[in-house]
């Protein structure tokens, strides 16, 4: 069982920078995946990027690569999102989610949410 709590959302221009951090509770002895998604109003959930703990390349959407950076805190047991460059398109609630499974599957373990929004 994991509990996922992020913080770090608000409002900033277009060009501006937000990180977003997600605390990771329970049990992470073992190596999951875990990464952030986003929806905006009217669209689907998209799956903004996530990394697996136990090494590996970080996946991200097309629409954020060079822009955003994930990266975990182990020591803290938590889940970074640097955003930079940030676009008003990136408006969204972001969700962080982990999964102790395939990291392109289903993700079964998910935080509150945070809001992003990014003003032009």
């Known amino acids: 069982q994991l509990q996922l709590v992020e913080s770090g959302g608000g409002s900033v221009q277009a060009g501006g920078s937000l990180r977003l951090s997600c605390a990771v509770y329970?049990?992470?002895?073992?190596?999951?995946?875990i990464g952030w998604f986003r929806q905006a109003p009217g669209k689907e959930r998209e799956r903004v990027a996530h990394?697996?703990?136990?090494?590996?390349?970080?996946y991200y959407a097309d629409s954020v690569k060079g822009r955003f950076t994930i990266s975990q805190d182990n020591s803290k047991n938590t889940l970074l999102l640097q955003m930079n460059s940030l676009k008003p398109e990136d408006t969204a609630m972001y969700y962080c989610?982990?999964?102790?499974?395939?990291?392109?599957?289903?993700?079964?373990?998910w935080g509150q949410g945070t809001q992003v929004t990014v003003s032009s």
């Open positions: 989610a982990a999964s102790f499974g395939y990291c392109r599957g289903a993700y079964n373990y």
């Open positions: 329970g049990y992470t002895y073992s190596s999951y995946c």
């Open positions: 990394i697996y703990t136990g090494g590996g390349s970080a």
